[in-house]
């Protein structure tokens, strides 16, 4: 099992995961068609089905040009807001391509149908891999656009948290120096916050993805998944593990925001190149 990171938009990383004996392969969050047909054609390899985490149009926006594109093209996913879908996915269910086994994990919160995709190869010694798209950053959760505290900590600790601890963790955004910014703000004497920013911004220079992570990482800087540890409760004021996520993702909030991002759908479409024909004009 090879994994592809591809990095489009802004900052999001859409996935093709490659059968290496069969040449099939699966695509998690196609976002971007344009580019996936690149990767497809280099690597050789031949796109079996879609696996989208959540219906947000930079997760799901290129299903629909894709099944056009590649007929009988199977779309996973346990939202009916995702564009194209075809395969109703529900927790625990466990889907194979080839010799890559998939395991689709609920975890509603960032919105009310994210579903996160579990995959491993058996027998195989290479660790397996998360594909956890806005639920798990490295570094950081999503926001919770469609859901509560409550639901974030279930997702956190009892269903990704429980995975494999060499588990790698490929998650939808490139989000980790302002994570990780945020982590020391909340644990300032970490060291491994420390080492892992400045391996961040190491990386971010030199313009390389910080994915994956290993689950047995995040526990070590993530404070979302830090929320029973003194340090991080003493930063929140709170005990509770839910009001001490709900009181970091409020925080995290109002951290530092990002500039305000270019209009999605023009973003969209210049990476779609459909603009090309206006700027080509002499």
Known sequence: MKVKVISVLEDNYMYLVIEESTRDAVAVD?????RLLEIIKKEDVVLRAILTTHHHWDHARGNEELVRLFPGLRVFGADQRIGALTHTV????????????VRCLFTPCHTSGHMCYFMWEDDSPDAP???????LFVGGCGQFFEGTAEQMYTNLTEILGALPKDTKVFCGHECTI????FALKVEPENEVVKEKLAWAKQRDDEDLPTVPSTLQEEFLYNPFLRVTEEPVQRFT???????VLRTLRTQRDNFKKPKERPNPPAVLAFDWGLFSPFLDKK
């Open 178 to 181: 302002r994570n990780l910014k």
């Open 237 to 243: 004021g709170k005990t509770d593990p839910v009001e």
């Open 129 to 135: 891999a998360l594909f956890s798209g806005d639920t």
């Open 30 to 34: 196609a976002a971007v068609p344009k």
């Open 90 to 101: 529900t927790h625990g269910q466990e889907l194979t391509f080839g010799a890559i086994r």
